[in-house]
């Protein structure tokens, strides 16, 4: 059984604006999920279906195994919340408002915990701070703090780093990977490709309320990952020899630099008769090296190819 | 029950009370004071009683009932309202609870504030002038219900409102010329004909003259009708926000 299973959802505002169409998600226990998508996406709608901020129009979701509008006790029981916006009550101590949270997912009070937590997002010493009076860093570390006080088995990281400076998005990505061997299941939207690419064990698109695509994170970049191959030459060339025109070649413009494009899932990569071509042309290699296409070169393309579809 | 819940919200919204402890304190205390100078002492020296009660001590219900009215309305008001200002009601939307508890901790809180001050102006009162409370527990629950019933009212508001002058609008508009016009510092019997039968459509009049019944024995409605009208004025309040949690309005979209 999933531990989220979202089936059919969607949702149609007032208005009419249809942010969600009919999306089917499911994520398994303990697993981190990136949701990738451009700004009205529906990555925010989404996770406001599953947490109940936002009613959906039609589809149901499950947490736990909990329909979340019926049994919303047992399934919010289990959810934990990180918001894109920093919305904290400004007068409150950051302590107690941790500890309000708490109390209102039904936990009893436990010290221990609330330090542990603080502790462990560098909140200690600020513990007696009103939350007005913390840095914007800061702030999105208590939000962080609030969802995890009541030990949450799904934990949902809503633009989690956005506006945030290096040091505290490391920081989160410590805290998250100790969630994940805790065995917490994760779902971070971002539009930050390189956290989805260090955090995520999966990725899904959305976009325009629809999800494109969920995969592995691996086999995403293994299937669509196309490699470039550089070769630094001994000697500058004027221009490409004709014998090398059936190759994807690109010179640079000094004449110092040949880039080969190849798809690593193809059946020959041509990399052997590119080399033996080379060699034959005379031409010495100096120095090589390759690529990997990034998950953003994917997202790109991904994201582009179905806006033509959509115009 | 999410007992755990409730008691972190009724928490969370007593300690923006003792935060603000002075004001909330020593604001009723003054203007209360004031009001037994003004009305007790200056005017009510040239009147000589009512009902047989010394002006002083006649004005005294009136008093704690307009500001328990206005404390209940506006802390509750201001205290549902606050958390969709900062956006911090999310936190309420995704927590596991259910809108009774939401009711009962956010009108809990205010009601008791409410009550509080109510207690603190009768203390004062006891500095300015001598009464004696004809039904203590009848005033206890007059005092008890009008801050329910009011504190139901703010949360109502504190939903409807879209900025902070919807937030003191009704409680400005409404609360305080109806709570003026309702008896509290005179008796209904002195006005006109035609303004006594106008009174009977303003439901603070049962409240203020049901509540100064329990102070001096006497009543210008029956205190049979006074209690019908503050329960109904409490379900009534009880039904909208009923209504609120069941459609989502202006919460949950």
Known sequence: MPMVDIQNVRKQYAGGFEALKGVNLQIEEGEILALLGPNGAGKTTLISAICGITMPTSGTITVGGFDVVKNFRQARDLIGLVPQEINLEPFTKVIDAVRFTRGLFGKPKDDALIESILKRLSLWDKRDNRTMELSGGMKRRVLIAKALSHEPRVLFLDEPTAGVDVELRRDMWDVVEGLRQDGVTIILTTHYIEEAEAMADRIGVIRQGEILLVEKKDSLIARMGEKELIMELADPLAALPGALSDFDLVLSEDGTCLTYRYDTSAERTGIATLIATLSAQGIAIADMSSRQKSLEDIFVGLVDEHGEDAA | ?253
Not at chain 2, 101 to 114: D, Q, Y
Not at chain 2, 221 to 230: D, E, T
């Open chain 2, 1 to 253: 029950m999410n007992l755990y819940a409730i008691g972190a919200m009724y928490r969370s919204e007593m300690s923006r009370f003792f935060r603000t402890i002075m004001q909330s304190f020593i604001s009723p205390v003054i203007s209360t004071s004031l009001y037994f100078v003004v009305f007790g002492t200056a005017i009510g020296s040239r009147i000589d009683q009512v009902d047989g009660v010394s002006y002083g001590a006649f004005i005294v219900p009136g008093l704690i009932m307009l500001a328990v009215m206005g404390q209940a309305t506006s802390n509750a008001s201001f205290g549902v309202f606050f958390p969709k200002f900062t956006g911090t009601i999310y936190e309420l939307l995704s927590a596991p609870v259910n809108f009774l508890e939401i009711v009962i901790g956010f009108v809990g809180a205010a009601a008791t504030k409410a009550l509080f001050i109510g207690a603190v102006i009768l203390m004062t009162s006891f500095f300015f002038v001598d009464i004696t409370i004809a039904h203590p527990l009848a005033m206890l629950a007059f005092l008890l219900l009008t801050c329910l019933s009011f504190a139901l009212l703010g949360f109502i508001i504190g939903i409807w409102a879209k900025n902070f002058e919807q937030v003191q609008l009704v409680p400005m508009l409404v609360i305080t010329p109806l709570v003026f016009l309702g008896g509290s510092f005179y008796s209904i019997s002195m006005l006109p004909p035609v303004w006594q039968v106008t009174s009977r459509f303003n439901p603070v009049v049962y409240l203020v003259s049901g509540f100064r019944w329990s102070f001096f024995d006497q009543a210008d409605v029956p205190v049979g009708l006074s209690l019908m009208a503050i329960a109904g004025f409490t379900g009534g309040c009880m039904v909208v926000i009923w209504w609120i949690f069941k459609t989502g309005w202006r919460i949950r979209s």
